[in-house]
């Protein structure tokens, strides 16, 4: 990176939010990032989250979407997933931060005395901590480009101290920060024109916090007219070349290239002065793209969780998905199962027309019956089957059922004193009092077991997956399901649990108890998804080849 007039010096760029929440701060924030990463620069991007709570890990789904875990163990935003899945570079705690997690650092350091018995104020102990975490990426020479997005929108008052800390720095660096404010243009149907005052007011807000916008994004569904590009110009104090369209796309894949043809990339870099004319390289983009978009064939697969009325429950294994049917150019039709409606009176139709069925991640009881009725059928009916964590143990409890005879097998965490505990508490969560933070988290090894599904999909003999999880595959019963016909396909080395199982006589019956959802990327598509998908495919071209000669046959006898 070239910086002109100066030594060069990590650039800050803040992305805040306007009018409404779920603009798509996160895929502006990734695009922005892709676009600078295809220049050569390294970027990283992190998410200030202005909740309360310490970090999402304990909050409901239906609340907060999916939980997001780094190979370092931090429960974060969904959005590093986005950040993960758009740069193919690693986040870590560092790349978000919540209220709960400022204050707590403050309060920490209050009691141990490091304030010298002055008074704890939001100015200047709050909003110093929000510049240390934002500014530790950019410490040293790890990363030209540090992205925060603010969580929320401007107004909000839980918000306040990041828009102060956002002010100061500013000031404090005019020359390596930037503000983006994302923001919507809404059209009005009766009106028959889109309408600009939404943007002016959240514009005027920030203004009235100290912070001026140096380039707005404009989500919009028409596009932007010159007029009211340059309208927006004129009233949010910002030049028309800063005015970017962000229209709504078919994919989110398809905002950076969207970004790029706005050139918010080149306007970014013209106002922190960097030299912009480095070659841009999005052909690895392009071609999955290109794969993505036009596919030689469709599969469907059935993915049966208990929070499917929120799809952002399972965004990472949605993106896995596209990931992989990319790469094994199929497109992948994902039908959303509800656990709580499997029923084994109605199983069969529910399942006839999917040629894969994936049971989902999830804690608690809820719906751990249809799970298991689920994977009953793609047992014995030969369907593609995996299971993600919660799901990998419902298939443990039920092969020990209906396969080894063991009628009340089940998970401690669900029946607590079951005579058959297959699933068990792991033994290092035993008396733990707090939920937060405690549980099996982040990156651990794993070695596979020799011409078993899961080590013919990475090609390899050791991975490397991230977990989150409290119960475990008792290995009390491990020999007594190897000899009924379920093997242990992957082991952590040190501490011998058992992280896959598979059925070595099944077409694709495989069972993780770590999620490799997380560790799918554009660039690297989860080769676990990949298997998985190609055995869709598989079966749905046999099911097709041994539907032909029947429908040859009720031809004939027409």
């Not at 999402?56 to 999916?66: D, K, S, V």
């Not at 070659?279 to 929070?307: C, T």
């Amino acid at each position: 990176m070239q910086i002109t007039g100066q030594a060069k010096a990590t650039k800050y760029i803040f992305v805040t939010g306007g009018v409404s929440s779920s603009l798509g701060k996160g895929i502006i924030s990734a695009s922005l990032a892709k676009l600078l990463q295809a220049r050569g620069m390294k970027v990283t991007i992190q998410k200030l989250d202005p909740y309360i709570n310490i970090d999402p890990g304990t909050l409901n789904p239906y609340e907060h979407g999916e939980c997001y875990v780094t190979d370092d163990g931090a429960e974060t935003d969904l959005d590093l997933g986005h950040y993960e899945r758009f740069l193919n570079v690693a986040t870590s705690q560092a790349n978000n931060i919540t209220t709960g997690r400022i204050y707590q650092s403050v309060i920490d350091k209050e009691r141990r005395g490091e304030y010298l018995g002055r008074t704890v104020q939001v100015i200047p102990h709050i909003t110093d901590e929000i510049k240390r975490c934002v500014q530790i990426l950019g410490e040293g020479d790890s990363y030209d480009f540090v992205i925060t997005e603010i969580g929320g929108t401007v107004g909000d008052i839980e918000s306040l101290p990041y828009i102060e800390a956002v002010r100061q720095m500013r000031w404090e660096h005019p020359k390596d920060t930037l503000v983006i404010h994302l923001t919507l243009v809404p059209y009005l149907k009766a009106a028959g024109e889109l309408k600009t005052k939404p943007t002016q007011h959240s514009v005027k807000q920030l203004l009235e916090f100290g912070v001026q916008p140096d380039v707005l994004v404009c989500r919009t569904e028409h596009n932007l007219t010159k007029s009211i590009r340059n309208k927006l110009a004129r009233f949010c104090n910002v030049g028309e070349e800063a005015v970017i369209q962000s229209i709504d796309a078919d994919t989110i894949y398809d905002v950076p290239l969207l970004m790029q043809k706005e050139q918010l990339d080149e306007v970014v870099l013209s106002k922190l002065g960097v030299d912009s004319r480095a070659s841009l390289d999005l052909n690895s983009w392009m071609n999955f793209l290109q794969r993505y978009k036009h596919p030689e064939s469709e599969v469907s697969i059935a993915l049966v969780g208990k929070y499917v009325e929120l799809q952002d429950s399972y965004k990472s294994i949605v993106e896995a998905f596209t990931h992989a049917g990319a790469a094994c150019g199929v497109k992948v039709n994902i039908k959303w199962v509800h656990s709580e409606q499997v029923q084994a009176s109605e199983v069969g139709a529910l399942f006839e027309d999917v040629q894969g069925i994936l049971v989902a991640p999830g804690f608690g009881s809820r719906g751990i019956d249809g799970k298991i009725e689920a994977i009953r059928y793609a047992r014995e009916n030969g369907v593609p089957f995996f299971g993600i964590c919660l799901g990998m143990q419902c298939a443990v409890i039920e092969f020990a059922r209906n396969v080894l005879g063991l009628e009340e097998a089940h998970s401690t965490e669900i029946k607590d004193y079951t005579p058959h505990p297959v699933i068990d508490l792991m033994e290092e969560q035993k008396g733990l009092a707090e939920m937060g933070g405690t549980m099996r988290l982040g990156a651990y090894p794993c070695a596979l077991t020799p011409d078993s599904k899961a080590a013919k999909a990475y090609g390899n003999d050791t991975t490397e997956e991230r977990h989150r999880h409290r119960y475990e595959f008792n290995d009390a019963y491990r020999q007594q399901f190897i000899e009924g016909g379920m093997i242990p396909a992957g082991i952590h080395p040190d501490s011998k649990l058992v992280e896959i199982v598979e059925l070595p006589d099944h077409p694709w019956f495989v069972g993780a108890q770590f999620h490799p959802e997380y560790k799918s990327t554009v660039v690297n598509p989860h080769p676990l998804f990949k298997a998985f998908v190609t055995a869709t495919m598989a079966y749905s071209s046999e099911a097709s080849s041994s539907a032909e000669p029947h429908n040859r046959s009720e031809e004939n006898n027409a």
